[in-house]
């Protein structure tokens, strides 16, 4: 099966963090990341343990560590920010070299590093090891509002057809000799843009109807619901646990 | 004669913009009869599908299934009594796995655990793909997606499954596939197609509908073999199919 069905961030995998609920994985981000954000940013030590902490699910993932770190290019315009901040920031200056830089910007640099590639890497243990479909799940098993898990569950489903939609026009723009090259392109790239809009938009009412006949009434029906044995959060908690810990350990000292 | 499974009377329906499809449609079907419903592009032929289970609502006339009129009170009833396949699969397709997708119906029906399972894997059995359970829909061919759309529709175990242009886009070994899979279906079936060798192959009755009304209701060979019919209608048999040298299957 390789990397997935063709999702860019999934891996395909059956280890133990694949196979912890969707519900169990979110819960565990948004309690790591809280922690994370919450921690003085001088408390260093305190970054390392989060980061320790993000690599041991990283390990147990068995996501191959390229292909993780492949995808955090995410991060660029945070890091390219961060490294601006010193040269901008003002207030008391440190000497590097032959360069006078920001004490509090270089503070605020480290910061917004450290705070953002924890984020990051968290974020995609969980991406890495959750399919679209299993996190839509989860977050309907998080109780979020069902009209917005099920637009995002039709998202996830869709986002193929529309973009299949996108390249067969560009291949038929293509093939009759266009070439976008200059702003004198423009007009047949937005009448390309509102096809696909009413393209979509025709597609959904398609769909809606082919809902309908099967007896949609509105609500999308729960058949297999997630449950997550006592097991799971306990092996699953234990990492924003000791993040919280942390956490309080570095604001109490 | 016992109540028709679909009982369409003087039915007529103009869309919102004012264009009127349908004029006044009369059509009788009986429990395990396999018609097909033929017409040029425009003539319909959608439109009086779309009746079938209450989508559109008549504009005048009525339609019933199995005597039950179709008005908005029954429309969980009458959508269980009626499977609609419709043109296009990634219309019908719209859940994240084949599985997801065959639930939906019947889970809407109220059926849930082993039940819904024995269901799901029932339709996708008589399909032939069961194997396909757990794969996202959209990685699926275009015959596969066909297969699994006309499932979707079994696992609600319809009294007629209708079927809008079956064939259309499937490559020749799908096409007879799909053929196999109607045959042995032990329901009514209501097929729209431009297919006419594969309605002579499938369904004993044809029914013609054009400009809105019905002009032919007959055996599928006799409706072939009338030439005036034929060319009044723009129906055309394909290069080299001449029913009166094939016998009936
Ligand atoms: N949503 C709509 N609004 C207005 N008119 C419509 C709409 N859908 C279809 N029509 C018109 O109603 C008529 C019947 O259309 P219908 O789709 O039922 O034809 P059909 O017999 O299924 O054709 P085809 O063989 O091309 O699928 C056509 O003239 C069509 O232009
Ligand atoms: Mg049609």
């Given at each position: 099966m390789g990397a997935g069905h063709g999702h860019h961030l999934h891996f395909h995998g059956h280890s133990r963090v694949h196979h912890l609920p969707a519900h169990v994985k979110l819960v565990t981000l948004l309690t790591f990341v809280v922690a994370v954000v919450l921690t003085p940013r001088t408390a260093y030590w305190a970054y390392g343990v989060h980061l320790l902490l993000v690599l041991v699910a990283q390990r147990a993932s068995r996501v191959p560590f390229g292909y993780f770190a492949k995808r955090m290019v995410v991060e660029t315009p945070f890091v390219v920010f961060a490294l601006l901040v010193p040269f901008v920031a003002t207030g008391p200056t440190v000497s590097v070299g032959p360069l006078d830089l920001s004490r509090p910007g270089l503070e605020s640099a480290w910061a917004l590093l450290a705070k953002g590639t924890l984020g990051v890497m968290a974020s995609l243990v969980v991406a890495t090891t959750t399919e679209p479909r299993h996190v839509v799940a989860g977050l309907e098993k998080l109780r979020l509002p069902n009209l917005l898990v099920q637009i995002m569950g039709f998202m996830v489903r869709y986002l193929e057809v529309v973009t299949g939609e996108l390249a067969r026009m560009r291949i038929a723009r293509e093939s009759r000799g266009f070439r976008a090259r200059s702003f004198r392109a423009w007009p047949s790239l937005a009448s390309t843009a509102g096809a696909l809009f009413i393209r979509s938009y025709e597609r959904g009412e398609r769909v809606h109807l082919a809902m309908l006949a099967r007896g949609y009434q509105g609500q999308l029906p729960v058949t297999h619901p997630l449950t997550a044995t006592p097991a799971q959060w306990r092996v699953a908690g234990a990492i924003p646990g000791i993040a919280v810990l942390t956490l309080l350990a570095a604001v109490a000292l | 004669m016992s109540t028709p499974v679909l009982d369409v009377k003087g039915l007529a329906f103009a869309y919102p913009d004012g264009h009127q499809a349908l004029f006044g449609v009369d059509l009788h079907v009986h429990r395990g009869e396999r018609v097909a419903l033929l017409g040029p592009n425009g003539a319909g032929k959608t439109t009086l599908v779309l009746h079938l289970n209450g989508i559109l609502t008549a504009g005048a006339g009525s339609v019933a299934v199995s005597g039950l009129p179709v008005t908005r009170d029954n429309l969980m009833e009458i959508r269980r009594r009626v499977g609609v396949v419709f043109q296009d699969p990634d219309d019908q397709l719209f859940m994240p796995t084949v599985r997801a997708d065959v639930e939906f119906g019947p889970a809407n029906l109220g059926l849930r655990g082993q039940a819904l399972e024995r269901r799901v894997l029932d339709a996708l059995d008589r399909v032939g793909m069961v194997d396909f359970i757990d794969r996202p829909p959209h990685h699926l061919s275009f015959g596969q997606r066909r297969r699994v759309a006309v499932a979707t529709v079994l696992a609600m175990e319809p009294e007629v499954l209708v079927l809008d242009?079956?064939?259309?886009?499937?490559?020749p070994a799908s096409r007879r596939e799909l053929a196999d899979i109607i045959r042995t279906l032990d329901v009514t079936v209501l097929m729209v197609t431009h297919d006419l060798p594969y309605a002579y192959e499938l369904c004993p009755r044809s029914v013609v509908l054009s400009d809105g009304v019905i002009v032919a209701d007959d055996a599928t060979r006799e409706v072939l073999t009338d030439d005036a019919l034929m060319a009044a209608h723009r129906l055309e048999l394909p290069f080299g199919f001449d029913p009166r040298t094939i016998p009936a299957p």
């Open positions: - | 242009e079956p064939s259309s886009n499937l490559d």
